[in-house]
Every structure is written in C-alpha cells, then in structure tokens.
C-alpha cells in the first residue's frame, strides 16, 4: 500500500517571492511521483512527474521538483510565483512495478494563493 | 482534438435516484480511471479498467457500478446505495505501459 501526505493545505505567497510545496510518500515498492494541478471546477493538468534518471526534474509553468529517495519526498518548487499560479496542487504516486500506472494515489491537496 | 469528455459538468439528482456520468476518450487509451474528489481529501480511486469487458474495484467502490463495453467509452454509474454522493468525479484514461494519466474536466454531481 501507498500513502502520500501534503504536509501544508494551504499556502499563501505574495506574487515573485518563491515557494515550495511539500510532499512526503510511504510505499514498500519503488515509485514514480507526479504533481498535478487543479484550477477552480476543472481537471487535473500534469506539471511534472519523476520515472527515473535524475532526481531534479523540471516541469511546465517554471515549476521544479526534487526526489529525495532517502527521505522519501518529493517538493514541488517555484523560485518566483505569479498571481495566475493560485491553484490546487497535488501530489501522487504510482507502482513502479505495476501494470496500471494510472492508479495513482494522491496526496489531500495544497491550496496555493498568490497575493499581489 | 484528442481528449477526455465528461458529460455533463454539473448534475443535479434526487436522493434515492440512481444517476450515470459519462466519459469518453478519443486517445485510443487502453486504461481508464474513475476518481473521486472531496474537499479536502484529495481525489480516491472508484473504479478502474485496463482493457475492454474487464474492470476492477478501488478504494471505494462501494455504491458505484461501471461498464466498458466499447474502449472509448467508461460511464460511472452513482447508485442509491452510495451514502453521501454528493462530490466531484474526475474520469482519467492512460496507455499500457505509460506512467502519465490524462484527466477530463469533472463532473459536479450535488444530490439533494
């Protein structure tokens, strides 16, 4: 079993200052790590996701991560943040090893404002 | 445009009725995904499928049925057996062997 645990449910940020939204997972099998987001009555858009080869990965919208295989996290960075990036963001995870890699178990949600 | 349309975006239900939301996936994606999303909680797995006539339970199956008769197609069934079915359903489809999952845009169903 999988459990993913956002450890902050709502961040507020003024706009161009950094942030970074934290994530921690528990699994007895290697996985891989994904953040979505979500904007207010829509679905989810990927932003990033880490297979494998190196732990720094960058996604869309200037956002970055870092998989941290030792502490078993997976944050979700932006060095300058912009009024549009208030959204809902999350965390999931997948089986590394399964056969149905879009049975994800997701994290419970970061609310992210941008104050200007 | 290649995507995933649910139908449709709000739905309103009696309690006690039975109600079907729609999905449907012109990707050619073999897997197919019902979540649910609550305040709060992040969104939990209901049903899942990976291959047409085939489905499998989630982790709150409970109250909900599916079909996948056609492989474009996973509608999601909300029977009256479901306690609090009020929430928002996000329907997903991926490729075999593709880690990356594709959302639709929701389906907000309120039953009152």
């Known amino acids: 079993a999988q459990s993913v645990t956002q450890l902050d449910s709502q961040v507020p940020v003024f706009e161009e200052a950094p942030v970074e939204l934290r994530c921690n997972y528990s699994?007895?099998?290697?996985?891989?790590l994904f953040w979505y987001v979500q904007y207010p009555n829509q679905g989810l858009q990927l932003l990033l996701k880490?297979?494998?080869?190196?732990?720094l990965v960058k996604g869309i919208n200037g956002f970055e991560a870092e998989f941290n295989k030792s502490q078993t996290s997976f944050h979700l960075r932006k060095p300058s943040v912009h009024i549009s990036d208030t959204a809902e963001y999350f965390c999931?995870?997948?089986?590394?090893?399964?056969?149905?890699?879009?049975?994800?178990?997701f994290g419970q949600g970061t609310i992210l404002t941008v104050h200007p | 445009d290649g995507g995933i349309t649910q139908s449709p975006k709000y739905l309103f239900r009696k309690e006690g009725q039975n109600v079907t939301l729609s999905c449907e996936q012109n990707?050619?994606?073999?897997?197919m995904y019902w979540y649910r999303q609550d305040p709060g909680q992040g969104l939990r797995l209901i049903y899942y499928s990976q291959i047409v006539n085939d489905f499998q339970k989630g982790d709150i199956a409970e109250g909900y049925s599916v079909s996948r008769e056609k492989k474009e197609s996973f509608p999601l069934t909300v029977t009256s057996a479901q306690k609090n079915p009020t929430a928002f359903y996000l329907c997903a489809s991926s490729i075999t062997g593709d880690p990356e999952a594709f959302f639709g845009q929701g389906t907000r169903l309120t039953v009152v």
């Open positions: 880490y297979l494998s080869g190196s732990t």
């Open positions: 699994s007895s099998v290697s996985v891989y």
């Open positions: 999931a995870v997948s089986d590394a090893g399964g056969t149905s890699y879009g049975k994800l178990t």
């Open positions: 990707l050619n994606h073999d897997a």
